[in-house]
Nanobody, 119 residues
């Protein structure tokens, strides 16, 4: 199995910043694309940002130019730097990794971390 553990959520005022981290652990696996998703109360889970193993990135329009996704392949860790936070960014943020293990690719999710932005 591959486990993803997120950290870095919390409460911040509008205009502030937070940095989320997500570390993958397990045995005999390779991480492919990693990404961050979020789910606000009463809404569907949505993509925030993804990054491939080669470093290519893609962002939701709503976070473009405010959030930055990055990764450390040696540590199997993905980060999300969130700047200029807005109340509408309030959500549970989930890390997702596409994992290659024993010639099978599957998606693995973290448990989520709460981000609350006050106005």
């Amino acid at each position: 199995q591959v486990q993803l553990v997120e950290s870095g959520g919390g409460l911040v005022q509008a205009g502030g910043s937070l940095r989320l981290s997500c570390a993958a652990s397990g045995s005999r696996f390779t991480i492919k694309t990693m990404g961050w998703y979020r789910q606000a109360p009463g809404k569907q889970r949505e993509l925030v940002a993804i990054i491939t193993s080669g470093g290519s990135t893609n962002y939701a329009d709503s976070v473009m130019d405010r959030f930055t996704i990055s990764r450390d392949n040696a540590k199997n860790t993905v980060y999300l730097q969130m700047n200029s936070l807005k109340p509408e960014d309030t959500a549970v943020y989930f890390c997702k990794a596409d994992v290659l293990r024993l010639d099978i690719v599957f998606g693995s999710w973290g448990q989520g971390t709460q981000v609350t932005v006050s106005s």
